[in-house]
C-alpha cells in the first residue's frame, strides 16, 4: 500500500477564514480524497498557528490572556472545516504541548550542530510584518507599524547551505511546483542569503515558546510553525510513525510563502540531517478584480455565505474547477453563478434529471438491460469512461485538478449530446431494446463520472450513487446492476435565475434552458 501525506500551511489564529483559506484546505482534501479511493494510505495535516507579537496584542485588546484569545478564535477554523465537509486526520495547534516540545528539540539539535549564534542586531521592525526589514524596505513605505530596534537575538546558519539548496533544487526538478515559482527560488538564492534571526527577547515579547538554552527568549514564528510539518507526525515522538510518514508528499502553500517554505524550512530540515519534502506546491490567489483577498483591504469573500445559499459541494466545485493550480483566479458572483448553471444545473445535474426521469417514466423505475453496444457513439462512450479512471489518477499525480474535473466533465456532456441524438423518450415508442440500451449507458456513464468527482463533491455525488444503487461498485463499465429500483429525487442542483447578466463561454455551447 502507497502512503501519502499532504500538508496545508498553518493558519494565522487572528485571521478570519475566507476563500483564500478554504481553497488551500478543500485542495489537500480533494487530493486525499481521491489517493483514498485508489487505495493509499492518507495523512492529511492542517491545523493553526497561534503565537507571535500580533496575537498578543489582539488578545490584550480584548482584555484576554493570549491562550484564551487563541482558544476563542479557534473554532472558527474547525466549524469551518466541518461545514466544508473537510476529512483532515490531525489539526495542530502550536500552543499545544506536543508541539511545543518538539519544537524546543529542534531548537536544541540545530543549537548543538553549531548552526545557531547570537549577534547584536540593529535595524528597522515592522510589528505588522514580525521581521526586521531592509532599509530599502522601510523605504518603500510598504510595512505598517516600523520602528527602530536594537537587541541582542539569536540567528540560524542559514547561509551555510545555501549553495547545497540550489544543489537540490536543481537535481530535484519536482520539489519546487509550479516550474516557474522554482525559477523564481533559484533567482532568489543567485543572491547572498543572510542567515534568520530567529528569536525575540522576552521582555519585548513573551508569547512564544521558550528557547531551551535560554530562558530570557523565546523562539520567532517561523522556526515554530514550520516546524509543525514535522512535530505531528512523531519527530522525537514516534521514530517508527515519523519513518512511515516523512517526508511529506507534498507542502499546500499559497504564492505569498513560498520563500519560508522553499528556504526558511528546507535549510532547517538540512540543519537537522532530514530528508527535504517531495515537492513544495505554491498555489495562485484567489483575487477580487485585481487584488489579493485581503482582511486588512475589507475585500475577503466568507465561504459560509456562499455554502448556506447554495450549499457546500457547490462551493468546493467551483474552486476546484476555477483556478489552475499555479495560477491566480478571479472570484466574482457572476463567475460562481455561470459555473453552477453551466456545469452543475444544465450538465451533471440534468443528466441525473433525464436518465432518471426516463427510467421512471418508460421502464417502471428500474435499470434496463444494458445490450449489446453496438453503435459507433456509445462504444466511444464506453472507451471514454474506461479511460476516465487512469486519465484522472495522472491529473491528480500531476497537481491538475482542474483538468481531471474538466475531463470528467466531459464525459458528462458527451453524456447529454448522446441522449439527445438518440432521443430514449422516442425509442421507447417503437424499439424498447434500443431505449433500455441508450439509458443504461447514459447511466452507467453517470455513475462512473460520480465516482471521479466524489472527492470534489462528496455530499452530492454520495446521493447521485444513492439514488442509482450502486453505493459501492468501482469505476469499471457494467457494475450498475439491470433491475435496480431507481430512489426519487429531487432536482440535484436547481437553476439559479435571473442573475445571469452575460453568459459564458460553456453556456454559449447550447440555449441556457431548463431541464427537459
Known amino acids: 500500500m502507497s502512503k501519502f501525506f499532504v500538508t496545508t500551511p498553518i493558519y494565522y489564529v487572528n485571521d478570519a477564514p475566507h476563500i483564500g483559506h478554504a481553497y488551500t484546505t478543500i485542495l489537500a482534501d480533494v487530493l486525499s480524497r481521491y489517493h483514498r479511493t485508489i487505495g493509499d494510505e492518507v495523512f492529511f495535516l492542517t491545523g493553526l498557528d497561534e503565537h507571535g507579537q500580533k496575537v498578543k496584542q489582539a488578545a490584550e485588546k480584548r482584555g484576554l490572556s493570549p491562550q484564551a484569545h487563541c482558544d476563542d478564535l479557534a473554532p472558527r477554523f474547525l466549524n469551518l472545516w466541518k461545514t466544508l465537509d473537510i476529512r483532515y486526520d490531525d489539526f495542530i495547534r502550536t500552543t499545544q504541548e506536543r508541539h511545543k516540545k518538539i519544537v524546543q528539540l529542534v531548537l536544541q539539535?540545530?543549537?548543538?550542530?553549531?548552526?545557531?549564534?547570537?549577534?547584536?542586531?540593529?535595524?528597522?521592525?515592522?510589528?505588522?510584518?514580525?521581521?526586521?526589514?531592509?532599509?530599502?524596505?522601510?523605504?518603500?513605505?510598504?510595512?505598517?507599524?516600523?520602528?527602530?530596534?536594537?537587541?541582542?537575538?539569536?540567528?540560524?546558519?542559514?547561509?551555510?547551505?545555501?549553495?547545497?539548496?540550489?544543489?537540490?533544487?536543481?537535481?530535484?526538478?519536482?520539489?519546487?511546483?509550479?516550474?516557474?515559482?522554482?525559477?523564481?527560488m533559484l533567482g532568489f538564492l543567485r543572491q547572498p542569503l543572510g542567515d534568520l534571526c530567529i528569536s525575540r527577547p522576552k521582555s519585548r515579547m513573551d508569547w512564544g515558546i521558550e528557547i531551551p538554552f535560554d530562558k530570557d527568549y523565546v523562539t520567532y514564528v517561523w522556526f515554530d510553525a514550520l516546524v509543525n510539518y514535522i512535530s505531528v507526525p512523531g519527530y522525537g515522538s514516534d521514530d517508527q510513525r515519523f519513518k512511515k510518514w516523512w517526508p511529506a508528499d507534498v507542502h499546500l502553500i499559497g504564492k505569498d510563502i513560498l520563500t519560508t517554505h522553499c528556504v526558511y524550512w528546507t535549510t532547517m530540515?538540512?540543519?537537522?540531517?532530514?530528508?527535504?519534502?517531495?515537492?513544495?506546491?505554491?498555489?495562485?490567489?484567489?483575487?477580487?478584480?485585481?487584488?489579493?483577498?485581503?482582511?486588512?483591504?475589507?475585500?475577503?469573500?466568507?465561504?459560509?455565505?456562499?455554502?448556506?445559499?447554495?450549499?457546500?459541494?457547490?462551493?468546493?466545485?467551483?474552486?476546484?474547477?476555477?483556478?489552475?493550480?499555479?495560477?491566480?483566479?478571479?472570484?466574482?458572483?457572476?463567475?460562481?453563478?455561470?459555473?453552477?448553471?453551466?456545469?452543475?444545473?444544465?450538465?451533471?445535474?440534468?443528466?441525473?434529471?433525464?436518465?432518471?426521469?426516463?427510467?421512471?417514466?418508460?421502464?417502471?423505475?428500474?435499470?434496463?438491460?444494458?445490450?449489446?453496444?453496438?453503435?459507433?457513439?456509445?462504444?466511444?462512450?464506453?472507451?471514454?469512461?474506461?479511460?476516465?479512471?487512469?486519465?484522472?489518477?495522472?491529473?491528480?499525480?500531476?497537481?491538475?485538478?482542474?483538468?481531471?474535473?474538466?475531463?470528467?466533465?466531459?464525459?458528462?456532456?458527451?453524456?447529454?449530446?448522446?441522449?439527445?441524438?438518440?432521443?430514449?423518450?422516442?425509442?421507447?415508442?417503437?424499439?424498447?431494446?434500443?431505449?433500455?440500451?441508450?439509458?443504461?449507458?447514459?447511466a452507467e456513464g453517470l455513475r462512473i463520472a460520480t465516482i471521479m468527482l466524489a472527492p470534489v463533491m462528496p455530499e452530492k455525488t454520495a446521493k447521485v450513487l444513492d439514488i442509482l444503487g450502486a453505493e459501492d461498485a468501482k469505476p469499471v463499465w457494467g457494475q450498475l446492476k439491470p433491475g435496480t429500483v431507481l430512489k426519487s429525487h429531487p432536482p440535484l442542483f436547481p437553476r439559479i435565475e435571473g442573475l445571469c447578466r452575460q453568459r459564458s463561454r460553456s453556456c454559449r455551447r447550447k440555449p441556457c434552458q431548463g431541464l427537459r
Not at 553549531?114 to 510589528?127: A, F, H, K
Not at 475577503?300 to 474547477?321: C, H, K, Q, S, W
Not at 499525480?397 to 449530446?417: C, G, H, R, Y
Open 269 to 442: 530540515l538540512f540543519s537537522l540531517g532530514l530528508e527535504l519534502p517531495k515537492t513544495i506546491f505554491a498555489h495562485g490567489w484567489w483575487l477580487i478584480g485585481e487584488t489579493k483577498m485581503s482582511k486588512s483591504l475589507g475585500n475577503v469573500v466568507n465561504p459560509l455565505d456562499l455554502i448556506e445559499t447554495y450549499g457546500v459541494d457547490a462551493v468546493r466545485f467551483y474552486l476546484m474547477r476555477e483556478m489552475v493550480l499555479g495560477l491566480d483566479a478571479n472570484f466574482t458572483p457572476d463567475s460562481f453563478i455561470k459555473c453552477y448553471n453551466s456545469d452543475l444545473a444544465n450538465d451533471y445535474g440534468n443528466l441525473l434529471n433525464r436518465v432518471s426521469g426516463l427510467i421512471q417514466k418508460n421502464h417502471g423505475g428500474k435499470i434496463p438491460e444494458p445490450g449489446e453496444l453496438t453503435d459507433e457513439e456509445e462504444l466511444n462512450l464506453k472507451m471514454q469512461a474506461d479511460e476516465l479512471p487512469s486519465r484522472v489518477k495522472k491529473c491528480i499525480d500531476d497537481f491538475k485538478v482542474q483538468e481531471a474535473v474538466t475531463i470528467t466533465l466531459t464525459l458528462v456532456q458527451s453524456l447529454n449530446k448522446y441522449l439527445e441524438r438518440q432521443a430514449p423518450w422516442k425509442l421507447a415508442k417503437t424499439d424498447m431494446k434500443a431505449a433500455n440500451r441508450v439509458l443504461y449507458t447514459a
Open 109 to 184: 539539535k540545530v543549537h548543538e550542530n553549531g548552526d545557531i549564534y547570537t549577534d547584536e542586531y540593529e535595524g528597522w521592525y515592522s510589528v505588522a510584518e514580525e521581521r526586521f526589514i531592509t532599509d530599502a524596505e522601510y523605504e518603500s513605505g510598504q510595512f505598517r507599524d516600523v520602528k527602530k530596534l536594537k537587541e541582542k537575538n539569536y540567528f540560524f546558519k542559514m547561509s551555510k547551505y545555501q549553495q547545497k539548496l540550489i544543489d537540490y533544487i536543481q537535481a530535484h526538478p519536482d520539489f519546487i511546483r509550479p516550474e516557474h515559482r522554482k525559477n523564481e
